[in-house]
Each structure stands twice: as C-alpha cells, then as structure tokens.
C-alpha cells in the first residue's frame, strides 16, 4: 500500500480519508487534495473579494461579511456565537484530549504530541470536520453491540430510494406533509452511471417560485450508510419546510434565519439515530440498554456533533475577516489555521497554498455559520419536542417518531404551525420565542444531552493525565520516510477547476 511504484489507484480521497489508516496514504490523499483544488484559487481569491465586497457595499453594506450577518437581524450575533463556542469548549477539548491520546496509542509519538494540536488527515475526513469515521479506534466498550447499522441498512436491501421513502415515512409519523410527486419525478438520488459530470454536495432545487415554491429537484450521490441515512433526513427536512412556508410571500420563502433551515433536518437525526428507533425500524437487531452501550452511542455522537463545533464556528470567523480586510491576502492561509480547532496541517503550509479553498464552501460561496446555528438550535429543539412528546429520562435516548400515531401531534403543532410555516415573515427570535419560550440560543441542551459522556471523558482524561488544549500550537509532524511520491495517480472531483473558471462573477448581483 506504501510502494512508491509509478501508479497506485486508491480511489475517491473522501472514501480513502474515511477508511484508510495508513499514516503516509492519508497524508499523500491530503496533500493532493489541499494543493490540487487549494492552490488554483489562490490567486483568484482576493479578486473575487474585491468584486463581493463591491457588490455588497452597492446594497449598503460594508463588506459581503456584514451583508451575511445581516440576515440574523442582531447587532450582538457575534459576541453571542463567541460565547456559545466559550460555553462549549471545555466538552470540545476533553474530547480532543481523548481522541488524541488514542491516535497517539495507534501512530506513537512521532506523528503525535499529547501536547500540540492534531494532525488534520489523521480524523477521517478531508477537513477534520468530523471524526466520527474513526470511532473504531476510539470504542469504549467494544464488547457492546455495534451501534453502526450499514451493514444490515446492505443486508436488508436497501438502496437510495428506498432510504429516501424511510425519511418521508419519519415525516409523516409526525403529522407533517409527504413529498409531493415533483419530488420523485425529477429527483437524482444516486449518482449517474451513463458517464455524466456531477457535482455530488446534495442540494435542493427550487422551482415554479412565483406561483408556490415546489422543492421539485433533490441532488444527492446518495451511498447506503447509516451516515448518508441521516443525510437523507437532513436534506428532506429542507424540502418539508420549503413545502410548509410556500403560501408565504414570496420575499418570506426563507428560513427565519438561516440556521433553522439546517436545524430542521437535523432534530430529526437526533431521534432517528437512537439506538431505539434503530431498533422500532428493524435496523438494530438487540437493544442493549446499559450505562457502557450510552457511552458507545453518545461518544460516537460527539465524533460527529462536538468535534464539528469549532470548525462550524472558525470557517466565518475566516471569512468575516478577510471580507474586512483584517485578514490580509498575505496571511490566508495562516489564519486560516486557527485556534479553535487544535488540528494542525501534516506538512508545513505557506502562502503559496490556499487550504480554505479545499472546503467546497469557500469557492462554492456558501455562508457557514449557519451551520453552527444548526447545531445549537437543533438541540433545544430536540429538547422541547421530547417534552412535548412526554418523553422521561435522558435526552439522548428520547424518540419522536410516531408521536402523531400516539395522539401527541407535538411536533405538528409547535413545528408545523410556529416555526415551519411562518417562514421568514417573522423574526427569528421571535419565532424562537413562540415555540420554545424563549428568544436566544442556548447551548444547555446540547451540554444535557452529552452529560454522560461529558463526565466519562473528563474521568478518561484524569486517568490518562490528559493536558487539555495544545500550547505547542505551532507543532507540525514530521514528514515520514518513503512518503509516497507524487507520481501516485489519485481520482479527484475536479469541480474546484470550474470554480476557479467562473466564480470571480459569482455574488456580483445579490
């Protein structure tokens, strides 16, 4: 696998980032990725900032950040969004704390410094967004029956559609509306065989929007795992609330802010991805109920949703500043490895580089804090309708699927009619308001939520004599010997290429 031979097929990088384990493979899919779909926009970049920021500033705004922060209608969102990510950091960092003692068990202490930051192609994503592709390294409790349902999700046939049908009928158990036949007609749900170029990031295409917004495309190289099962949900949350505010004005066919609209999708997952609606749908084949299977579920959890956070929050952080211009072409790429995510490139970067524009967000211009917002309100959502569900005990383990076919139409009535419908019409704190009792995001629910495995770390960590946190912040691995050499052949979405064509034109009229 580490041969320097002429040319080594090693398939889609995302696949490899999720599966490989090998120390210089992953570093070699990395360094091609970053440099092959980085470095074309670096010279690009600044222009593209210069004509966004003209655009903007003809709508009256400063620069493209501020026109961006003006959908959250608040003159503190910023100083709110740093104190939600201080609030959270201490269950961010005894979670980087562990899962970086385990990496430094499984690479030794040459890749790995228990007090520095981690290697970014050692979590098993490209952007280290997400470590929940190395839980098998991380299992407490490995005795536990799997928590991880793909194998039968392939076992028991299922395939693209039929995982969209098994969201649909999630939406419907609630008393919400089942996707209407533009859906399915025109919808792509795998990726093409006949050769076609797509770009596989799931998106929903709207149509018809001056009659009534029709969700009537969804895009999605959709793959049978669990992971793509909650992606499903997710995607199909946007197009339930695209069908519940169409009556709207066309001006309020939005989100209350933008972070509702990924929230939405995202509640769902957290009933979905229960072991006990695992187990209702015929997915999970023993239900194990103990405090060690909490803890395997929870962690693997806290893989995918904390170690998100400070990457959901840093991406605007970046942006925000290079809009401004606090954020100087000269020093991209150094701010762009930031603090907050204690990740660290694996070879030294410079400014010939450009490691943000690897992120499809950045040459695709889409705002991220959204995401961020996401992940906070999904949580007092997820709070609120298991207590209108009539759900006891832990918060991690309540269900709401089929609450309308218990008599409880909760979500129908707080979703449906107080968020979902009204749309953008109002704002969105006060729509918050309505349906929770409250105006501002709170973070306590999520903390309630991985309590149990908030504590199991700080005692893991104590055991261990973990140092929270990574004062060598400047720390770089070394570059192993026999690194694989450029002349390995690697298959890339070179859709980076037709950004770097086209996307100076991009935002010029908003």
Same mark, same amino acid.
């Given at each position: 696998?580490?041969?320097?031979?002429?040319?080594?097929?090693?398939?889609?990088?995302?696949?490899?980032?999720?599966?490989?384990?090998?120390?210089?493979?992953?570093?070699?899919?990395?360094?091609?990725?970053?440099?092959?779909?980085?470095?074309?926009?670096?010279?690009?970049?600044?222009?593209?900032?210069?004509?966004?920021?003209?655009?903007?500033?003809?709508?009256?705004?400063?620069?493209?950040?501020?026109?961006?922060?003006?959908?959250?209608?608040?003159?503190?969102?910023?100083?709110?969004?740093?104190?939600?990510?201080?609030?959270?950091?201490?269950?961010?960092?005894?979670?980087?704390?562990?899962?970086?003692?385990?990496?430094?068990?499984?690479?030794?202490?040459?890749?790995?410094?228990?007090?520095?930051?981690?290697?970014?192609?050692?979590?098993?994503?490209?952007?280290?967004?997400?470590?929940?592709?190395?839980?098998?390294?991380?299992?407490?409790?490995?005795?536990?029956?799997?928590?991880?349902?793909?194998?039968?999700?392939?076992?028991?046939?299922?395939?693209?559609?039929?995982?969209?049908?098994?969201?649909?009928?999630?939406?419907?158990?609630?008393? =919400?509306?089942?996707?209407?036949?533009?859906?399915?007609?025109?919808?792509?749900?795998?990726?093409?065989?006949?050769?076609?170029?797509?770009?596989?990031?799931?998106?929903?295409?709207?149509?018809?929007?001056?009659?009534?917004?029709?969700?009537?495309?969804?895009?999605?190289?959709?793959?049978?795992?669990?992971?793509?099962?909650?992606?499903?949900?997710?995607?199909?949350?946007?197009?339930?609330?695209?069908?519940?505010?169409?009556?709207?004005?066309?001006?309020?066919?939005?989100?209350?802010?933008?972070?509702?609209?990924?929230?939405?999708?995202?509640?769902?997952?957290?009933?979905?991805?229960?072991?006990?609606?695992?187990?209702?749908?015929?997915?999970?084949?023993?239900?194990?109920?103990?405090?060690?299977?909490?803890?395997?579920?929870? =962690?693997?959890?806290?893989?995918?949703?904390?170690?998100?956070?400070?990457?959901?929050?840093?991406?605007?952080?970046?942006?925000?500043?290079?809009?401004?211009?606090?954020?100087?072409?000269?020093?991209?790429?150094?701010?762009?490895?930031?603090?907050?995510?204690?990740?660290?490139?694996?070879?030294?970067?410079?400014?010939?580089?450009?490691?943000?524009?690897?992120?499809?967000?950045?040459?695709?211009?889409?705002?991220?804090?959204?995401?961020?917002?996401?992940?906070?309100?999904?949580?007092?959502?997820?709070?609120?309708?298991?207590?209108?569900?009539?759900?006891?005990?832990?918060?991690?383990?309540?269900?709401?699927?089929?609450?309308?076919?218990?008599?409880?139409?909760?979500?129908?009535?707080?979703?449906?009619?107080?968020?979902?419908?009204?749309?953008?019409?109002?704002?969105?704190?006060?729509?918050?308001?309505?349906?929770?009792?409250?105006?501002?995001?709170?973070?306590?629910?999520?903390?309630?939520?991985?309590?149990?495995?908030?504590?199991?770390?700080?005692?893991?960590?104590?055991?261990?004599?973990?140092?929270?946190?990574?004062?060598?912040?400047?720390?770089?691995?070394?570059?192993?010997?026999?690194?694989?050499?450029?002349?390995?052949?690697?298959?890339?979405?070179?859709?980076?290429?037709?950004?770097?064509?086209?996307?100076?034109?991009?935002?010029?009229?908003?």
């Amino acid at each position: 696998e580490e041969t320097n031979s002429t040319t080594v097929h090693v398939g889609w990088p995302q696949e490899i980032m999720a599966t490989s384990r090998s120390y210089k493979r992953l570093l070699y899919v990395w360094e091609g990725w970053h440099n092959a779909s980085g470095v074309p926009l670096r010279s690009l970049y600044p222009e593209f900032v210069e004509l966004s920021n003209k655009a903007s500033r003809m709508d009256g705004f400063d620069d493209t950040g501020a026109y961006w922060l003006s959908w959250y209608e608040s003159q503190t969102f910023k100083q709110d969004l740093e104190n939600l990510f201080k609030q959270l950091e201490p269950l961010y960092q005894n979670l980087h704390a562990f899962v970086r003692r385990k990496l430094y068990d499984y690479y030794g202490p040459k890749y790995i410094n228990l007090k520095g930051p981690i290697p970014a192609h050692l979590l098993g994503n490209m952007w280290s967004q997400t470590w929940n592709n190395i839980y098998n390294l991380m299992i407490p409790f490995p005795d536990k029956p799997n928590v991880d349902v793909m194998d039968t999700m392939v076992a028991k046939g299922y395939n693209a559609t039929h995982m969209f049908r098994v969201a649909e009928e999630f939406f419907t158990s609630l008393g =919400l509306l089942e996707m209407p036949p533009e859906f399915w007609d025109k919808a792509m749900l795998e990726k093409p065989t006949d050769g076609r170029d797509v770009v596989c990031h799931a998106s929903i295409f709207l149509n018809n929007i001056a009659k009534c917004v029709i969700p009537d495309r969804i895009k999605q190289c959709t793959t049978v795992t669990m992971e793509q099962l909650f992606t499903v949900h997710h995607e199909m949350g946007h197009v339930e609330y695209y069908l519940q505010y169409k009556e709207q004005p066309v001006s309020f066919r939005r989100g209350a802010n933008p972070g509702f609209h990924e929230a939405v999708g995202d509640v769902l997952s957290l009933s979905v991805s229960t072991p006990k609606h695992l187990h209702t749908i015929g997915l999970l084949e023993q239900l194990t109920d103990d405090a060690e299977s909490d803890i395997n579920y929870l =962690l693997k959890m806290a893989l995918e949703k904390i170690a998100f956070l400070p990457f959901g929050y840093l991406i605007d952080q970046w942006r925000w500043g290079v809009f401004s211009g606090r954020t100087p072409p000269e020093r991209y790429n150094a701010e762009w490895w930031t603090k907050y995510q204690g990740i660290c490139p694996p070879t030294r970067r410079s400014e010939e580089h450009f490691d943000a524009g690897a992120k499809y967000h950045i040459p695709g211009n889409t705002p991220y804090i959204r995401y961020f917002v996401s992940f906070i309100l999904q949580f007092q959502f997820h709070q609120k309708l298991c207590q209108a569900a009539g759900h006891t005990g832990p918060l991690h383990k309540c269900d709401i699927y089929r609450s309308r076919e218990a008599g409880i139409k909760c979500y129908f009535i707080l979703f449906g009619r107080k968020v979902l419908k009204a749309g953008s019409s109002k704002p969105w704190t006060e729509v918050l308001q309505e349906a929770l009792g409250t105006d501002k995001m709170d973070a306590s629910p999520l903390m309630s939520y991985f309590e149990p495995v908030t504590t199991w770390l700080q005692e893991q960590n104590a055991k261990t004599g973990e140092m929270l946190g990574w004062p060598d912040f400047n720390w770089v691995p070394p570059v192993p010997e026999g690194r694989l050499l450029n002349k390995v052949v690697i298959f890339v979405f070179f859709t980076y290429k037709k950004y770097s064509r086209r996307f100076i034109t991009l935002r010029l009229n908003h």
